[in-house]
């Protein structure tokens, strides 16, 4: 069924077997009732079994810890903080202001589509070395395919201070010996050794949820408020000062090839 025929078979009629509000009376999700079952939760457990379906209390304990480790830094610089700060200095709404981060955190080279990334491309190196190819050559092409290699190299800094924290934190949880971040190593290795780049942590994070099972998907919809935390400092910062004072410019730093006169303007009505 598709087309016209579907829409008309999808009219008032939304067959789920995720979940529903059956109102002054219960909650399901995925066959369980939401008040019997998930009434000692916490958030991450409760959002892992949403969108997976399974339950891991260890590796939803180390989920957050990743995620506070390394993704939602209270500095105002960074772009998506930025926004949310920039919102806090007009006075606009906590929900619009991390809302503005949130999308503006799925970027190319930072953020959410680097971790999609990373995951893709370590499912991928383990395909093609568990296929006899050797890992210094598929790197080492995908790198020139590319240009890049996700989860390796680092804009602003040579070294990823994130990598010690979080691998300890995996090594406590029993995450920390996997195959997957063990690749993610090895592929370090060849990567410093040909091209001085090093790991960042996205390469990290990935290969542990990858170890931990997760699906491509599964792992970028968990990630998907990793950075939040960070926005939600940045705008606060700025709506704790004077409005409108996040980093102003003068006009005389606007560099402008544009007409040279004065420009009159008029109110019009």
Do not use: Q
């Not at 995620?67 to 610089?77: D, F, G, K």
């Not at 201070?161 to 010996?177: N, Q, W």
């Not at 980093?247 to 420009?263: C, D, M, Q, W, Y």
């Amino acid at each position: 069924m598709k087309g016209l025929p579907l829409l008309r078979y999808r009219e008032d009629n939304w067959e789920t077997e995720m979940g529903a509000w059956f109102a002054s009376e219960r909650v399901v999700l995925r066959g369980r009732d939401l008040f019997s079952n998930f009434s000692s939760s916490t958030w991450m457990e409760y959002l892992y079994f949403v969108i997976t379906g399974r339950e891991n209390k260890t590796f939803c304990r180390l989920t957050e810890t990743m995620w506070v480790l390394s993704t939602s830094y209270p500095e105002p610089r960074l772009w998506p903080n930025r926004i949310a700060a920039m919102a806090g200095t007009t006075r606009s709404t906590g929900v619009l202001g991390v809302s503005a981060g949130i999308a503006a955190s799925e970027a190319t080279i930072y953020g959410l589509k680097p971790i999609k990334g990373a995951y893709e491309f370590l499912h991928k190196a383990s395909k093609e070395k568990a296929s006899g190819r050797l890992l210094e050559e598929f790197v080492l092409s995908y790198l020139k395919e590319h240009k890049v290699v996700p989860g390796y190299g680092r804009p602003l800094a040579p070294a990823d201070e994130r990598i010690i924290p979080v691998v300890s934190a995996a090594k406590a949880a029993g995450y920390g010996d996997g195959e997957f971040l063990k690749l993610a190593f090895e592929i370090e290795n060849i990567l410093f050794s040909k091209k001085k780049m090093k790991m960042n942590i996205a390469a990290v994070n990935a290969a542990i949820a990858a170890d931990a099972g997760l699906a491509a998907r599964e792992y970028y919809l968990m990630a998907s408020m990793a950075f939040s935390a960070g926005m939600f400092a940045a705008m606060v910062d700025a709506m704790d000062k004077e409005e409108g004072t996040f980093f102003p410019l003068k006009v005389s730093r606007v560099k402008s090839i544009g007409h040279a006169e004065t420009r009159k303007w008029e109110a019009r009505l």
